[in-house]
């Protein structure tokens, strides 16, 4: 009896010992398959976020409103040369200026022999100023642009020396965030333009690659008339809608009678109306 009774007590020790055994075995292949989990779960995130990094680009940094920024050129020109503004900016002040308004732009350099030098400043390839002379000191150009800056160069003719460039931004429209889906908010513009029978204002000139269309303008104005008319109109001519204008300044909202891409969509007025700023709906 007492031989049986040892001999059970061997074999369920030696059950726990296996028990066991297997019990820490298992938490071992445990740990390990946790561990190739959290590495299969981090490389699954790795992906997504490349993926999530491919459809929703990093939104550049925008120049902050009617900000002064002062840029170093310290560059010699002979004969003819360019210096890239924007380029500058970026590197500079690592910005890029989508949506910024440029008001002043002062030129600080000089001329070598005693001669002059004629600055024309460029947005687009295209004048943007009236051209100055530098001799020395200061040349001061007003600008007045409110169309996407894709290129924004200062073009130089004649020996000179620049060594700096302050420009003076003004409103800086907020590009939203470069999603594959629009933002469902709508787009506010200072504007201060005149409108008038001869001078319709042209959508497409404030936001030129706006691929959108517009349901409706929100429309703050001034008029010189006590009573006076708005017109929405595309190129073609067809009429869109209107709002009718009592009192010298207003605030209204003008629904189109059907969505229309901001290209093809004009504002007309036969009396002198000065726009200050507009709110634009897109259709989605």
Do not use: C, W
Not at 155 to 162: K, L, P, R, S, Y
Not at 194 to 209: D, G, H, K, T
């Amino acid at each position: 009896m007492n031989q049986t009774s040892s001999r059970l007590l061997v074999l369920s020790f030696a059950l726990m010992l296996v028990s066991m055994n297997s019990f820490a075995q298992q938490r071992r292949e445990d740990r390990r398959e946790d561990r190739r989990e959290d590495r299969r779960e981090e490389r699954r995130e790795e992906r997504r976020e490349e993926r999530r990094d491919e459809r929703f680009p990093q939104r550049e940094k925008q120049l902050q409103s009617f900000s002064t920024l002062h840029l170093q050129v310290n560059q010699t020109i002979y004969s003819r040369g360019t210096v890239r503004l924007a380029q500058l900016i970026k590197q500079q002040y690592g910005a890029v200026m989508d949506g910024a308004e440029i008001q002043r732009v002062t030129v600080i350099g000089g001329v070598t022999q005693h001669r002059e030098a004629h600055l024309q400043l460029e947005i687009n390839n295209r004048p943007a100023a009236r051209p100055k002379v530098l001799r020395r000191g200061q040349s001061v150009m007003q600008v007045d642009s409110r169309e996407e800056i894709n290129s924004f160069q200062l073009e130089v003719m004649g020996d000179a020396f620049i060594q700096a460039v302050v420009l003076s931004v003004g409103m800086v429209r907020d590009q939203g965030p470069h999603y594959p889906y629009p933002s469902p908010y709508p787009t506010s513009l200072a504007i201060h333009q005149m409108v008038n029978a001869q001078q319709p204002l042209s959508l497409s000139s404030l936001l030129p690659y706006e691929q959108r269309r517009v349901e409706s303008i929100v429309i703050e104005a001034q008029s010189r008339a006590p009573e006076a008319e708005l017109a929405a109109l595309t190129d073609s001519g067809e009429f869109l809608g209107k709002v009718d204008v009592q009192g010298h300044s207003f605030r209204k909202v003008l629904t189109l009678k059907r969505p229309v891409l901001m290209k093809n969509l004009n504002l007309h007025s036969f009396s002198p109306v000065m726009v200050e700023r507009i709110e634009i709906n897109f259709a989605y």
